[in-house]
């Protein structure tokens, strides 16, 4: 079950001048707080489109919005910041209209495996030439199929968006309501057109033979299935970016606040892949120099009503550094709270440990009930 919100169909008017986005149509979606799955940083890839003659299929998963040049044309025509295919045609001169069932399709596969919440497709800069509609299907493969293995009859694709008309220069959001851990999708546009960028909010669903195998790991970490549950402050930058894969490479790719005014301070607080025995915390402060956070502390919870405890008193931080601790103890939770002092931010937190039994026997339940 997939509900469009809200709904946007139709051409955008020609680009005029001026700003490109001034007549942008997008929406306040429910669903951005989740993680993105097709997170290039997370691994995620376009591996396969049946046509991309103006505009390559990788296009769609760019970090940032889609650039738009008015007088930038190569020898196929107008370059597109997105993927783009070119007009289909009928077999004939009696029948020149492509068929109802006519489609240019892109396979992606997903950075990490996950429960999708909700999907953007974006035809950010597509005024006259997007898809009239657009479909999305998953499919949960093992392993690093091809795309010969994933186009092969035997692969399952479960529906996540229903053939659906969409508009040109808007973000076109999409729900999701299925329960079920997919590595891959299979995005349609219909008949033919150009997609700008393409977003897929969900949860991870980690392997939990992989991280049985792994032992000890970074427990919060996105790709093993850590994500952020709320934070003071999102002013500069997301909190998910604490977590991603990899050091920072510059310094809007970690977690800044505003400049507080008050006696407060700022924090994010982590749900953890289950519940975990933690054995030493990393804070990198990667790129931010004269705006890094001045002192950190860390907080384990086990369960939602569990009591706070401090497993890493309020401690100094130095700009650009990766700060590593290793605990006294192993301390078990399920989720984990960083205050910084005053304000300011981090570019990654690593929590290194491993699933208690508890734990292990939890995911692994989850992991089949979402059919892995």
Known sequence: ????????????????????????????????????????????????????????????????????????????????????TRRRRGV??????????????????LGAPGVVRGIVVDTAHFRGNYPQ?????AASVPGSPSPEDLLGGDVKWTTLVRRTAIGGHAANGFAVDVEQRFTHLRVNQHPDGGIARLRVYGEVAPDPAWLAALGTFDVVALENGGQVEDASDRFYSPATNTIQPGRSRQMDDG????????????WIRYQLVEQSAIRAVEIDTAYLKGNSAGWAAVSLRDGEKGEWVEVLPRTR???DTNHRFVLDAPTVGTRVRVDIYPDGGI??????????????????????????
């Not at 290194?352 to 939890?362: C, D, K, P």
């Open 133 to 137: 509609a657009v479909s999305v299907e």
């Open 255 to 266: 977690w800044e606040t505003r400049r507080r005014r008050d006696k407060g301070n700022d």
């Open 92 to 109: 004939s001169a009696a029948r020149p209209h492509p068929t109802e069932d006519d489609h240019d399709w892109a396979l992606v596969r």
């Open 317 to 319: 931080l130095q700009p």
């Open 1 to 84: 079950m997939t509900v469009s919100i809200p709904s946007f169909t139709g051409d955008a008017d020609p680009f005029g001048g001026g700003d490109p986005y001034a007549d942008y149509r997008t929406a306040d979606f429910p669903f951005v707080h989740y993680a993105d799955l097709a997170d290039r940083r997370l691994g995620a890839a376009v591996i396969a489109a049946n046509d991309e003659f103006f505009a390559e299929r990788e296009n769609m998963l760019k970090p940032g919005p889609a650039e738009f040049d008015p007088e930038r044309f190569g020898h196929k025509g107008k370059i597109m910041d997105g993927w783009e």
């Open 347 to 372: 570019s990654r937190l690593r929590l290194f440990g491993s699933l208690t039994a508890e734990g292990a026997s939890r995911l692994a339940a989850r992991h089949q009930e979402l059919g892995g």
